[in-house]
C-alpha cells in the first residue's frame, strides 16, 4: 500500500492509531477521564480531518472509496463516537470502567463504522463490518457489575456470528459469479444472464439476510431489546445509531451498483421493510422499558430507511443519507438524556421511574419530549423533513403502499412516543430528582437540539450538500 | 385607510412574536406573576398587530393585503408564503383577540404557570400559522404545531378524565393530518410529472389535472382531515370529552379557533384545490352537515354538563358554517366566515363565564346549579347576552352570519335552508333548558359567594362590544370578505 493509499485513509487510521495508544496508555496510566478525554480528541481530529481534507486518491487499494460522501460518513461515525465518550464521562466513572480499554474499543468502532461506509468492494465491507462488530461484543457486555450486560453480549454474539456466517457465505457466492468483489462489476456481472445467475441470487439473498441480522429487520430482529436493554446506555447509543447506520451506509453504494437489477430485489425489500414497520410498531406499543421500546423503535426506523432504499432514485438515496444523518442526531439526544438521568444505582429504564420528571426537571423533559417527537416525525423537527423525503421518494417511486405502510407506522408511533411524554408530564407529588448535568453531557445534548431544530427549520443546506453525491 | 406598511413582513413578525414570548415565559420559569405579564403583553401585541391589520386591509388593492414569499427548502420546492386576505382576515383578528382573552381567563392558574403560558403561545404561532400560510407543506407544519401543545394542555391542566381526552385528541387529529400529508404529497408528484415544476404553492397545484377519480380521492384525503377538525358528525366524537375534560383556555381555544383552522382549511384548501370534486361533493357535505347541526342540538339537549352542552352546540354551530360552504354562494360563504368569527367570540365568552361560574361553586351541572340570578345578577347578565348570542338572537352576533348562510341556503336548496332553520330552533331549547337550569329555579346546593371582578369584566366588557357590533353592524367585518369570497367563487364550481 503506497503512501497516497494511505492518505486516503487518514480519518481511519487517526482513529485507529488513537485506539491503539490509548490501549496501551491505559495499561500503565490509568486515568479514566484523561484516557477518554484523548479518545474524544482524537475523534474529533478524525470528523475535521475527514471533512476537511480531500485524498489524493479516489480509490484506495479498490476497497474504500475517498469520496465525499464515505468521508461525510466517517465524520458522522467519529462524531457519534465522539459523543458517545463525552456521554461516557460520569456514566463510566460510576460504573468504574476501565477507561484505556473502553476508550480505544469505541474509537475502534468508529473506525469499523467509516470503512464500511466508504467501502467500494465487498471484501471492504466484509472487514469494515467484522471490524466493529467485533468491538461491540466486548463494549455491550463492558459492565461486569451487570448482569444483564454478558447476557445481552451472548445475545448479540451468536446471531452476530450467524449473520457473519451469511456474509460470508454470500459473498463467495457472488464471487463464483462474478469473479470479482469489486462494485459495481461485482453487482452487475454477478446478475448478468447466464448459467450462474441463480447462484449470484442466492448470494445476494444471503448477504440480504446478513444485512437484516445487523439493522434488525423482521424476522431477524429477535436479538435487539434484549441487546439494547442489557448494555450499558452509551454503548446503547452507539448500537442504535452507528452500528445501524453504517450498514446502511455501506448498502447505498451496494445498490446503486445493482442499477437496474436493484428492481429484483425490491420485492423482497418490500416485504422486509412493511414486516419491520408494522412488527416493529406493535412491539413497542406496550413496552413498559424505555431500553426496549427505543430498540423497537428503531427496528421501524429502519424500515422508513429502507422505504427510501427501496424507492431506488437519487432523491431516495439522497433522503436515506439525510434521514440517517437526523436520525442519528434525535437518537444520541434521546439517549444522551437518559444517561443523564441514570446514576450509581442505575439506570432509569422503567418508564413509571420518570413518573412526574418533567415537574423538576422541565428542560430535560422538554428535550427528551422533543427528541421523541423528532423520531415520529412532528414537525417542526428535523424527523419530519427526514421522513418527508423518504416518503416522497417512495411515492414519486411508485412505492405509494409501502409509502403508505411508513406512514401508518408512523401514526401508532406518536402513541407510544407520546406515552413518554406522558409519563414525564403525568401530575406527581413525588417527582424524581435527578442527578445533575455535567458539562460533557449538556453540550452534547444541546447540539443534538441544535441539530434537530435547524435541520427541521432550515434542512436546506444539508440537502444541497447531500443531493448532487447520489 | 391608512395603516401599516404592506412592504414590510408584519405577518413574520405575527408568527415570530409568540413563539419569542413564549421563550421568554420559559426563562422565567420561577416567577409565575412575570410568565403571566409576559403572556399578556405578548398576546396584546399579538391582537394590536392584528387590529392594525385589519384596519389597513383594503380591499381595492389586489388579492393580498399582505403577503410574503421566501425560497425555503428550495430542494423539495417548499416555499415561505404568507399572505393576508379576506378569507382569513377575520381568523387572525379573532386569533389576536381570544389569545388575549385565554391568557385573562387563565390568571387563576397555579400549576406550572410559566410552562402553561409558553404552550398557549406556541399554540398561538401555529393557528397563525395555519391561517396564514399559502404553501401546503409550511401549513402542514403549522397544522402540527398547534397539536402538541393542546395535547399538553389538556394532559396536565385538565380535568380528572384528562388523559383519556387528550389522547382520543391527538390521535384523531393526527389520523386526519397524516392523511393530509400523503394527499398533498402526491398531489405535489402528479402536478411535478405534469409540469416539471416541483411545487406546493397553493395556486399552482390547483392548476393540477386530475382525473375524476383521483380528484375525489385526494379531496377526501384533505376533507377527511379537516371535518375531523371542524367536527363534522361523524368525525366529531372527540370534542366533546376534550372540551369537557381542558382548562379553561384550552376550551376557548379549542372552540374559538382550532375549529375554525378546520373549517378555514376546509374553505382555502380543500374546497379550493379540487374544484371539480368539490362540486359533485357539495350535496354529500351538505347532508352531513344537516345531520351534524340536529345530531349536536339534540345531544346537547340532554347533557347536564354545562361545557359538554357548549361543546355541542359548537358542533351544531359549526355544522351550520359547513353548510354556508356546501351552498356555495357569494351570501352564505360570507356568513359563514362571519359566523366562525362570531361563534369565537360568542362561546369563547361561553366558556369563560361556565369557568367564572365553576370558580365560584365547583360543579358544571345543570342539576346542582340553580338560582345564579339572585347571588350574581352581573353574571347572570352576561351568561344570559352571550347564551341569546348563540341561539341567534337578532342584533347579536350570531345572528348575522347565520341569517346570510341561511338566506344563501334557500337560494341554492330551498330544502335546506328549511331543514337549518329548523336546526337553528332547536338551537334555542337547548340553550334556554341550560339558561333556565343555571340563573333560574332553586338554588340547589351550590352556593355563590361574589359577583363579576374586575379581571372578569375586563374579559367580557371587550368581547360584549365585539358581539354587539357584530350583530348590530356587521358591514364592518363583511366589506373585506368581498373580494376573496368573489375570487373563491369565480373560478370553482
Known amino acids: 500500500m503506497s503512501l497516497l493509499e494511505l492518505l486516503g485513509l487518514l480519518p481511519v487510521l487517526i482513529l485507529v492509531g488513537a485506539s491503539t495508544a490509548l490501549l496501551m496508555a491505559g495499561a500503565w496510566w490509568p486515568n479514566f477521564r484523561r484516557l477518554l478525554q484523548i479518545g474524544i480528541g482524537a475523534a474529533l481530529l478524525a470528523a475535521v480531518v475527514a471533512v476537511a481534507y480531500t485524498p489524493p486518491l479516489p480509490e484506495v487499494g479498490n476497497l474504500y472509496a475517498t469520496s465525499l460522501l464515505p468521508r461525510l460518513f466517517t465524520a458522522l461515525w467519529s462524531l457519534t463516537a465522539a459523543a458517545v465518550l463525552l456521554l461516557s464521562l460520569r456514566y463510566g466513572v460510576s460504573r468504574r470502567f476501565d477507561g484505556g480499554v473502553y476508550s480505544s474499543l469505541v474509537l475502534f468502532a468508529a473506525a469499523g463504522m467509516a470503512l464500511l461506509s466508504s467501502s467500494s468492494s465487498l471484501f471492504g465491507l466484509f472487514l469494515g463490518l467484522e471490524a466493529y462488530t467485533l468491538v461491540l461484543y466486548i463494549l455491550i457486555a463492558f459492565d461486569r457489575t451487570c448482569p444483564q450486560g454478558a447476557e445481552a453480549g451472548l445475545k448479540y454474539l451468536v446471531p452476530g456470528a450467524i449473520a457473519t456466517g451469511l456474509l460470508a457465505f454470500g459473498i463467495s457466492l457472488i464471487y463464483v459469479a462474478a469473479g470479482t468483489l469489486h462494485l459495481p462489476e461485482a453487482a452487475t456481472a454477478s446478475l448478468a444472464a447466464g448459467t450462474l445467475r441463480p447462484v449470484a441470487l442466492l448470494g445476494w439473498l444471503l448477504l440480504m439476510g446478513a444485512v437484516g441480522f445487523k439493522i434488525s429487520l423482521v424476522p431477524f430482529h429477535l436479538w435487539t431489546p434484549d441487546v439494547y436493554q442489557g448494555a450499558p446506555l452509551p454503548i446503547t447509543t452507539l448500537l442504535a445509531t452507528g452500528s445501524k447506520g453504517a450498514v446502511l451506509a455501506g448498502a447505498l453504494p451496494l445498490f446503486a451498483a445493482l442499477g437496474p437489477a436493484r428492481m429484483e430485489q425490491s420485492e423482497l425489500l418490500w416485504l422486509l421493510a412493511a414486516a419491520t414497520m408494522l412488527i416493529g410498531t406493535l412491539c413497542a406499543l406496550p413496552q413498559q422499558n424505555i431500553k426496549r421500546l427505543l430498540a423497537y423503535s428503531s427496528m421501524v426506523h429502519m424500515g422508513y430507511l429502507l422505504t427510501g432504499l427501496i424507492a431506488g432514485s437519487p432523491a431516495g438515496d439522497a433522503s436515506v443519507a439525510f434521514y440517517l444523518v437526523v436520525y442519528t442526531v434525535a437518537s444520541i439526544g434521546a439517549f444522551g438524556l437518559l444517561i443523564s438521568m441514570s446514576d450509581a444505582a442505575g439506570e432509569r429504564q422503567d418508564l413509571s421511574t420518570l413518573t412526574g420528571v418533567a415537574w423538576r426537571h422541565p428542560v430535560r423533559a422538554t428535550l427528551l419530549g422533543l427528541f421523541l417527537l423528532s423520531l415520529a416525525g412532528l414537525p417542526p423537527t428535523a424527523g419530519f423533513i427526514g421522513k418527508f423525503g423518504l416518503f416522497l421518494a417512495a411515492i414519486d417511486a411508485g412505492y405509494t403502499g409501502l409509502a403508505l405502510i411508513g406512514i401508518l407506522a408512523s401514526l401508532v408511533s406518536v402513541a407510544y412516543y407520546i406515552r413518554v411524554v406522558m409519563v414525564m408530564f403525568a401530575r406527581s407529588d413525588d417527582s424524581p430528582t435527578l442527578p445533575a448535568t455535567v458539562a460533557s453531557e449538556g453540550i452534547v445534548i444541546a447540539l443534538c437540539v441544535a441539530g434537530v431544530l435547524l435541520l427541521g427549520i432550515y434542512p436546506g443546506p444539508l440537502l444541497d450538500l447531500l443531493q448532487p453525491l447520489f | ?493
Open chain 2, 1 to 493: 385607510m391608512t395603516g401599516l406598511d404592506p412592504t414590510f413582513p408584519w405577518l413574520t413578525i405575527l408568527l415570530l412574536l409568540p413563539v419569542a414570548g413564549a421563550l421568554l415565559c420559559m426563562a422565567a420559569a420561577h416567577s409565575p406573576d412575570g410568565a403571566r405579564r409576559i403572556a399578556l403583553v405578548t398576546t396584546f401585541a399579538v391582537f394590536v398587530i392584528s387590529l392594525g391589520l385589519f384596519v389597513a386591509a383594503n380591499p381595492a388593492a389586489g388579492r393580498w393585503f399582505f403577503f410574503e414569499d421566501a425560497p425555503w427548502i428550495t430542494r423539495f420546492g417548499i416555499r415561505y408564503t404568507i399572505g393576508l386576505d379576506g378569507l382569513n382576515l377575520l381568523m387572525i383578528l379573532l386569533t389576536g383577540f381570544l389569545q388575549v382573552v385565554a391568557v385573562l381567563i387563565s390568571w387563576p392558574v397555579k400549576r406550572h404557570v410559566p410552562f402553561f403560558f409558553a404552550l398557549l403561545l406556541v399554540m398561538e404561532t401555529g393557528v397563525l400559522g395555519v391561517f396564514l400560510a399559502l404553501d401546503l407543506v409550511l401549513f402542514y407544519l403549522f397544522w402540527e404545531v398547534m397539536l402538541v401543545p393542546m395535547f399538553l394542555l389538556i394532559f396536565v391542566w385538565g380535568h380528572h378524565n384528562r388523559v383519556a381526552a387528550a389522547l382520543k385528541f391527538f390521535l384523531f387529529t393526527l389520523a386526519g393530518s397524516l392523511l393530509m400529508l400523503v394527499g398533498i404529497i402526491a398531489l405535489h408528484v402528479i402536478h411535478r410529472d405534469q409540469t416539471g415544476v416541483a411545487t406546493f404553492a397553493l395556486d399552482a397545484l390547483r392548476t393540477t389535472q386530475l382525473d375524476g377519480a383521483t380528484s375525489m380521492w385526494l379531496f377526501a384525503a384533505f376533507a377527511v382531515a379537516f371535518l375531523i377538525k371542524v367536527p363534522i358528525v361523524p368525525l366529531h366524537t372527540w370534542l366533546p370529552d376534550a372540551h369537557t375534560e381542558a382548562p379553561t383556555a384550552g376550551s376557548v381555544d379549542l372552540a374559538g379557533l382550532l375549529l375554525k383552522t378546520g373549517a378555514y382549511a376546509m374553505l382555502r384548501f380543500g374546497l379550493y384545490l379540487f374544484p371539480a370534486a368539490a362540486a359533485r361533493s357539495l350535496n354529500l357535505l351538505a347532508i352531513l352537515a344537516l345531520i351534524g347541526l340536529f345530531h349536536a342540538a339534540w345531544a346537547a339537549y340532554v347533557q347536564t354538563d354545562i361545557k359538554r352542552l357548549i361543546a355541542y352546540s359548537s358542533v351544531a354551530h359549526l355544522g351550520l358554517v359547513v353548510l354556508g360552504f356546501a351552498a356555495w354562494d357569494a351570501v352564505a360563504l360570507q356568513g359563514s366566515l362571519l359566523l366562525m368569527l362570531a361563534h369565537g367570540i360568542t362561546t369563547g365568552g361561553l366558556f369563560a363565564l361556565v369557568a367564572m361560574l365553576e370558580a365560584r361553586t365547583g360543579t358544571r351541572q345543570l342539576e346542582v346549579l340553580g338560582g345564579l340570578w339572585r347571588c350574581a345578577p352581573k353574571l347572570s347578565a352576561f351568561f344570559l347576552l352571550f347564551a341569546l348570542s348563540s341561539l341567534g338572537l337578532p342584533g347579536l352576533a350570531n345572528f348575522s352570519g347565520e341569517f346570510l348562510i341561511l338566506l344563501g341556503a334557500f337560494r341554492t336548496q330551498p330544502i335546506w335552508g328549511v331543514l337549518a332553520m329548523c336546526g337553528v330552533v332547536f338551537a334555542a331549547a337547548y340553550m334556554l333548558r341550560m339558561l333556565r337550569g343555571v340563573l333560574w329555579g332553586p338554588s340547589g346546593q351550590a352556593v355563590y359567594c361574589h359577583d363579576l371582578t374586575g379581571r372578569e369584566y375586563a374579559i367580557l366588557l371587550p368581547m360584549t362590544v365585539f358581539l354587539l357590533w357584530l350583530g348590530l353592524y356587521p358591514q364592518t367585518f363583511l366589506v373585506p370578505l368581498q373580494p376573496a369570497v368573489a375570487l373563491l367563487l369565480g373560478g370553482a364550481p
